[in-house]
């Protein structure tokens, strides 16, 4: 088993073995922690470890490059050979790939190199001895107030190993927590939740989280039904960061260009330059941002428009992808950016949007709404026409009537239709920008700092009977 | 019955699994059981008919999870030796010890026949894992190569996702199994870019994934070659299609699209697990709440819904669950009443159902098995009328091909629905497509305007393999057949319209 020699020294024997024209190997090794719970008692719990070792051949033909990627989880050292040549065999049935490049060479202070030595970092389930004391606690208190709790938390830590046959020896250690907290009255009737993401759960204190549920439930105490109409809508940071995600996700450079995504421009090439609001707002993306820190290099094992396997080990950097209300950047591989002279951009795994004049907090822009809806979150989001980024979803956890400045009551939940690309045009406030977790995406996209946002017209479709 | 890959049977499944369980056993647990899985999968897609990945993947690992003083513990890894096993089963009970303070119900199991060691593979003819990487991919540059040589279409999009699972599982009570399954789903997508106009739209092939092997996408199974034939024209009717009014419509909905419209409105909202609050603050919970079972009117009489681990090429069909019970087939909902539930073991004995109905699933050897959905379907009508009867009786209506976008609240109240195709019906007939049209309605509603069922002559399976639940998330295949079907007076919304243009 793998497990018997270090990450780093299966990189080294496997890039060793390597008979292709290009190799990149990545090594992961992944511990995970987790609690779950639903009516104020456990219901699953965990302690996994997982390890996966992919190799990625690049073979040279007469019309290109190809590649291929074989990865698998414990790997035994005398097994290794028999991997690499099947990745080699595989490379060699591809055909040239569309994105090949040289693979990335090992720079100066390359971003990643210093800590190849290190061990792997872990996680265990003793990262919740305090949440777990502190969670029996919220029972406690819950069972007493007539509240149900329900919810998730969760710690993983993923260390990347990756080598590749230029030299590169790069390393990165991700940390990712969060805790999902879901309060509701014993007959379902009402229901609220709150979302925290964290590197370590220091962070983390479910108590004060449970009281702010049990403010938000008393809200639901007065419920008014409301008719689908345009409002002005509240965005707390965590359905904005849902909303804002989806445009980052869909900002892919080729597509654009193609002509197959909103970000397509009318009579060819794509919408770069444009701009989309009049509003200052920033969206962009920063490996090194405070709390949020992400792979300050890429590493991929799985070919998409945006992610070439022949980036492996290019350096991320800061990015903005709206400056200012414009279209800034797209993801861009080196090759289609090579194709297009352009720059290439990679992703990276966090997403910020602030805007020069945003400030207050939620209840801040609650103070200053005449009347429109305070949202929870956001729910099960879906693509309806790609065209213009029309997205359906639901309301979810409490929607609440703002007038002059005050919650007067909850009412019910809506499914809305909106495009976040539209939507960004109709931004009437902006506050300051704070951690938050996409509640819809946080499973795949966990890092993320934005703002409430006050927007009118948010069209809230139809009524849906859903707490 | 194809053979299980002898280097599956060549792990050592059964020295670990004595290991973990006698440890388990020695640390007071009160029941434990030990799953080795082998997950292979193949992914391949091209872009225009060239290579753009090519992903071979292969997840081996195992778990051990415990029953211990009333509270459960799990625990999985992935390096097989007895002494690693011997950890995992102490881990196990120590995730079970600190998780005790918060837990405060007695976990219990329903009883299940103990089954001794049994072995079960799916039906399959050609395992796509012995196809070699450039057939599968010469394949599809041909498909693609079909499509691109159209007018109209400027971009083709292919892919082919294989897997191989192989689950070993064995508990406390004797019951020991050694399973393979295989299942696989080709896709190719049409793109039509009017650059000029700033319009694009694409037209996906209708083949299902299903639970079959390689033969799937060389036979006659589908008729691939009509398909493909076809889409460039429905692609082009697309593109200058009227956009639609919105309004109240006949719906003839096709199981190519309608099996999605069943996985999210009946097949999660009777989950035993959602219904009882288990998925609350995650996937959701259900309005067909456990109190309402033989009295909720889910739909119309004619409406009638199997559950069913045992459906030939279904994608959620197993011998054995990740429990050890044996798969069946139940009813759901009969003549149009609530009648039934999916279940695992702990809900079974808890709400007094008996046995449990082999519902328990793990996507990997590193989670927890969950209540997971069966293939759950609507039933034909016997002697039914053909699509082409249903779409007679319309007067002004909508015919609905494959589907597209889906979404449906936590409740599995409100969904609402796209799809590949929406045909015009005028006066019994198809009259040319619509554009920009979705259905929206309430799951009640909806199934109670079901008029009626088409007969098993319109019969289809169709499915998925990306079905999510649970924290951490967990996903599933699963499949869902349905007859074609005439549903009156179902809301339209224009999704121009709905977007403010």
């Known amino acids: 088993m793998t497990g018997s020699i270090p990450p780093q020294e299966t990189v080294e024997r496997a890039l060793a073995l390597s008979k292709a024209d290009g190799c990149v190997v990545i090594a992961t090794e992944r511990t995970e922690a987790n609690l779950r719970w639903a009516n104020n008692t456990l219901t699953t719990n965990g302690e996994m470890r997982s390890r996966q070792l992919a190799v990625i051949s690049m073979v040279n033909g007469a019309t290109g490059t190809a590649a291929a990627v074989l990865e698998r989880s414990a790997v035994d050292p005398d097994d290794l050979e028999t991997l690499v040549r099947a990745a080699e065999q595989a490379a060699r049935d591809a055909g040239p790939a569309d994105d090949a490049m040289p693979l990335v060479e090992p720079g100066t202070d390359h971003p990643g190199a210093a800590a190849w030595g290190e061990p792997a970092a872990e996680t265990s389930i003793e990262i919740f ?13 819950a069972g007493a107030a007539d509240r149900l709790l329900f919810g998730f938390a969760e710690h993983v830590v993923e260390s990347t190993y990756l080598g590749s046959s230029t030299g590169l020896r790069l390393r990165h250690d991700q940390p990712t927590g969060r805790l999902e907290l879901n309060a509701k009255s014993p007959d379902f009737a009402r229901s609220v939740w709150s979302g925290q993401g964290s590197h370590d759960f220091s962070d983390v204190d479910v108590l004060a989280a449970d009281a702010d549920l049990a403010t938000r439930l008393r809200w639901e105490e007065r419920r008014t039904d409301l008719a689908p109409g345009r409002y002005e809508t509240i965005l707390p940071p965590t359905a904005v960061a849902d909303l804002m995600t989806y445009i980052y996700w869909s900002a892919i450079g080729r597509d654009a260009d193609e002509g197959r995504t909103v970000f397509s421009k009318k009579g060819g090439g794509s919408r770069l330059g444009e701009r989309l609001t009049e509003v200052p707002i920033t969206l962009r993306s920063d490996p090194s941002a405070a709390g949020l820190a992400a792979a300050p290099f890429v590493h991929t094992t799985w070919a998409h428009p945006a992610f070439s396997l022949f980036d492996n080990g290019q350096p991320t950097q800061p990015v903005e992808w709206i400056s ?50 305070l949202l929870t979150c956001l729910w099960y989001i879906r693509t309806v026409d790609p065209q213009t980024m029309l997205l359906t979803g639901l309301t979810r956890d409490g929607v609440y009537l703002v007038e002059n400045g005050e919650v007067t009551t909850a009412v019910n939940n809506f499914r809305f239709n909106e495009s976040p690309v539209g939507m960004l045009s109709r931004i009437a406030e902006v506050g300051a920008p704070e951690r938050t977790l996409p509640r819809e995406l946080s499973d795949y996209f966990n890092r993320t700092s934005m703002p409430a946002l006050r927007v009118s017209d948010f069209n809230m479709s139809t009524v849906s009977k859903g707490v | ?336 009443t609530l009648v039934g539930y999916q279940t695992d073991r702990r809900m079974a004995r808890m709400k007094g159902l008996g046995r449990s109905n082999g519902c328990a699933f793990a996507d990997s050897p590193g989670h927890i098995p969950l209540q997971r959905m069966a293939n759950v379907s609507v039933q034909p009508a016997p002697d039914g009328p053909s699509t082409a009867d249903l779409i007679a009786g319309v007067e002004h209506g909508i015919y609905v091909v494959g589907d597209n976008s889906w979404s449906i609240d936590m409740q599995r109240y409100n969904f609402q629905f796209t799809a590949q195709r929406f045909f015009e019906i005028r006066a019994g007939k198809l009259v040319g497509q619509l554009r920009d049209v979705a259905y929206q309605a309430t799951t009640t509603d909806f199934w109670g305007s079901l008029e009626q069922a088409g007969g098993p002559q319109t019969f289809h399976l169709g499915g998925a393999f990306n079905c999510g639940k649970a924290q951490p998330g967990q996903v599933a295949a699963v499949s869902h057949g349905a007859p074609a079907t005439l549903f009156r007076g179902i809301n339209i919304l224009n999704t121009r319209e709905e977007g403010g243009e």
């Open chain 1, 129 to 141: 001895d305090r949440f777990a004391g502190q969670l029996g606690e919220a029972f406690g208190r």
């Open chain 1, 324 to 373: 200012g209300g414009v279209l800034n950047n797209l993801l861009k591989s080196r090759a289609w950016a090579t194709q297009t002279d352009a720059r290439p951009t990679m992703f990276v795994d966090n997403l910020l949007m602030e805007s020069p004049d945003g400030a207050g907090s939620l209840e801040d822009l609650v103070a200053r709404t005449e009347r429109g809806l």
């Open chain 2, 1 to 336: 019955m194809p053979d299980i890959d002898p280097a599956f049977l060549a792990l050592p499944m059964r020295p670990l699994a004595e290991a973990a369980l006698s440890r388990a056993r020695e640390l007071g647990a009160e029941h434990a059981d030990f799953r080795l899985e082998r997950i292979r999968s193949h992914d391949l897609s091209l872009r225009d008919a060239k290579l753009e990945r090519s992903h071979d993947g292969e997840d081996v690992g195992f778990a051990v999870r415990v029953v211990h003083e009333g509270t459960w513990g799990f625990a999985s890894a992935v390096d097989l030796t007895v002494d690693e096993a011997v950890r995992v089963a102490e881990r196990a009970v120590a995730v079970a010890k600190i998780s005790a303070p918060v837990n405060s119900e007695r976990i219990e199991l329903a009883e299940e026949p103990v089954y001794g060691d049994v072995t079960w593979v799916s039906a399959y003819e050609v395992n796509p894992f012995e196809v070699p990487d450039a057939d599968k991919i010469a394949l599809l540059a041909d498909f693609s190569e079909r499509l691109l040589a159209a007018d109209g279409v400027d971009h083709a999009d292919a892919s082919l996702r294989s897997y191989c699972e192989n689950k070993f599982y064995a508990d406390t009570a004797g019951t020991m199994t050694t399973q393979q399954r295989i299942r696989l789903q080709a896709q190719l997508e049409a793109t039509a870019v009017d650059a000029a106009q700033g319009q694009f739209e694409t037209m996906r092939t209708c083949a299902p994934p299903v639970g079959r092997g390689w033969e799937f996408v060389t036979g006659k199974t589908w008729d691939w070659d009509a398909e493909l034939a076809q889409m460039p024209e429905w692609l082009a009717q697309k593109m200058k299609a009227q956009s639609v009014k919105a309004g109240r419509y006949d719906l003839v909905i096709d199981p190519t699209n309608l099996w999605l419209t069943i996985h999210e409105s009946i097949g999660h909202a009777t989950e035993l697990d959602r219904a009882l609050g288990y998925e609350a603050a995650y996937a959701g919970t259900s309005f067909a709440t456990f109190d309402k079972l033989n009295t909720l009117r889910y739909g119309s009489p004619q409406l009638n819904v199997v559950g069913d681990r045992t459906t030939p090429y279904g994608l959620a069909t197993i011998g054995y669950d990740d429990e050890g019970v044996q798969t069946q087939s139940w009813d759901i909902v009969r003549d149009g």
